[in-house]
């Protein structure tokens, strides 16, 4: 079962420190398993990635890693061949603080954009690492915690698959659109399973979780999502395992999406009866993109009309009116918008507004009579998003 609690994995030490990069919270966190792992990345979309995923990439070529380090306030990004060489050079020193390859250290960088790493802070932070790992929930805790710029709380997941066990951390709140976003998240597990089938499996998830939230419609530069897998607990069924992955993996991106900037609701939103799927995902993010339908859901303003616009700016796609139906709020009692209501007196707009004063709001999106569905989640946009990245870097 899927629980939002740390369930220690055999075989992975942890770490979350502050080094100095801020002021006065965790900064600087690490993962370190006992042995190398199978493992699989997927990593951002953006053609202006990071430094650590450049570097991530190549380093998990082969499958195989044995450490993830990670920094936060500086993304390491737009820093040219200078910023590559960095994240290089605290691979290179974690590695010989805990005595394995640099090509199994997998680093990652959050934060401001344009800023090159202060390697003097870094390599400093490094000099103790070895003693800073250890395997309790505190541990655990602090590497949590040291990952997170804007968000507001930890975002952690654990699973039992089998007789093994699965950890999923992860941190992200702006920056986001359906196609990852400005996150990192981490998974280790001790079943013994293949890179060979955990790189397609993390393909698969990340498609149906962390590629479906929405923030403010923007791909970040930094995104990754990993997986290490160091085999201690023996096989599992690989069904299995990925079904729970997914479910830990939907649960992650959810979280990100209720601590959206400036948040103050959750949307879940379906859009069923597409001609294709391509129709559905193009408009559920249409919809779930929308600034005037984010305002909307935080005004709690039952303008319904602002879906109308959403779903039509699908230009790929025609929708026929009298066949489109809106749906508010869940269960047997859902509200519902139809092409027949066509007198807004008829409409129940206090009761949809009802709908959407609630902290997590359901909507479905009926196009038509067609076969397929998409599921997406986001949150609503407030004064508190642009408090916060009015000033972001003062």
Sequence with gaps: MTEARIRLVPGFSWFGKNIGIKDSTLDFGGILADVPCQAAGVFTRNTMPGAPVLVGREHLRNGLLQAVIVNSKNANVATEQRGVE??????????????????LVLPSSTGVIGRRLPMDIMVEGCRTLKQDFGKTERHV??????????????KLVSARVGGATILGIAKGAGMIEPNMATMLAYFVTDAKISASLLQPMLGRVVNTSFNRISVDTDTSTSDTVV?????????????????????????????????GEGATKLIELVVSGAQTAEQALL????????????????????????????????????????????????????????AGVLDRDEVPLEQISGELRKNEIHIEIVLGKGLHAEKVWGCDLTEGYVAENAHYTT
């Excluded at 050079?89 to 640099?102: P, W």
């Excluded at 339908?293 to 109308?308: E, L, M």
Aim: hydrophobic share 45%; proline share 3%; aromatic share 8%.
């Design 141 to 154: 805790e602090g590497f949590a915690r040291s990952i997170m710029t804007t968000d507001t709380r930890l």
């Design 283 to 338: 408009t559920a993010k249409s919809v779930i993109n929308s600034p005037l339908v984010k305002t909307a859901i935080y005004g709690a303003d039952p303008n319904w009309g602002r879906f109308v616009m959403a779903i039509g700016k699908v230009f790929q796609y025609s929708v026929n009116i009298a066949e489109l139906k809106i749906f508010f709020g869940a269960g047997e009692n859902r509200l519902m918008i139809d």
């Design 227 to 259: 997986i290490l897998s160091n085999g201690l607990a023996g096989p599992v069924d690989p069904v299995a395992f990925e079904a729970v992955l997914s479910d830990m993996a939907v649960y992650l991106a959810k979280e990100i999406a209720r601590d």
């Design 86 to 103: 960095d994240s290089r050079t605290i691979c290179r020193l974690v590695a010989e603080q805990c005595g394995i390859d640099a090509e």
